[in-house]
């Protein structure tokens, strides 16, 4: 746009373009409107969950993803965006209002069957195809995976994603060859497959 201003024969257009297409005026105008957009939106959605909930689960996503490498400059712009937000308006609205927030370790919830809280199945876009042919859809699927990690035992906040991983395993193995009932506890030193339909507390909501 500089380069046309310079060129151009027309002064009305030079100096229009000098004066409204240069620089980042225009744009931080915008930018500033969707956040405002965005903050709005979200502090009344948690709002509404708070309304619900006394206690709301929630992905620790301030761990930095295993295996991906970003510059520091993607990293300013990835904490930005909306997650960001989320997080703020979670912590702030909780405190105002007496909820608790309460992060749980993420590692695989997207990936997992919440009927049976095993390592099976695959998502592809906004569904989940369980290994019995049964479809879900693929977010509440994993808000039902995060909402059953607030009361497992095995797998806490900071537990190491490979190690996340080596239970899940052993849950699904297990599950297959008929050694696990979900709806009886376990005997001691077993591991037990929770099931977010039956045993996840009503109160609780995830996010």
């Given at each position: ?154 797998i806490e906040r900071f537990t190491p994603f490979k ?31 929770l099931s977010t339909e039956s045993e996840s507390p ?6």
């Open positions: 746009m500089r380069a046309i201003a310079n060129h151009t024969r027309n002064p009305r257009k030079r100096q229009h373009i000098r004066r409204f297409n240069l620089g980042r005026k225009k744009l931080d105008r915008q930018m500033d409107k969707t956040h405002a957009c965005i903050r709005d939106t979200v502090f009344q959605a948690v709002h509404q969950v708070v309304d619900k909930a006394a206690v709301i689960a929630t992905e620790d996503l301030t761990a930095p993803m295993a295996g991906k490498s970003f510059g520091k400059n993607i990293n300013r712009r990835l904490a930005s965006w909306t997650k960001g937000v989320i997080a703020e308006a979670l912590d702030s609205v909780s405190s105002r209002r007496g909820s608790a927030v309460v992060l749980v370790n993420p590692a695989y919830t997207s990936q997992m069957d919440s009927r049976t809280g095993c390592l099976e199945g695959k998502r592809q876009g906004d569904q989940f195809y369980c290994s019995d042919g049964v479809v879900l859809q693929a977010d509440q699927n994993a808000a039902r995976n995060v909402l059953a990690r607030l009361v497992d035992p095995d190690r996340v991983k080596a239970i899940l395993l052993e849950r699904t193995e297990r599950l297959r060859l008929g050694l696990l009932n979900q709806d009886s506890s376990c005997s001691p030193g077993h591991t037990r497959v009503n109160e609780h909501f995830r996010v």
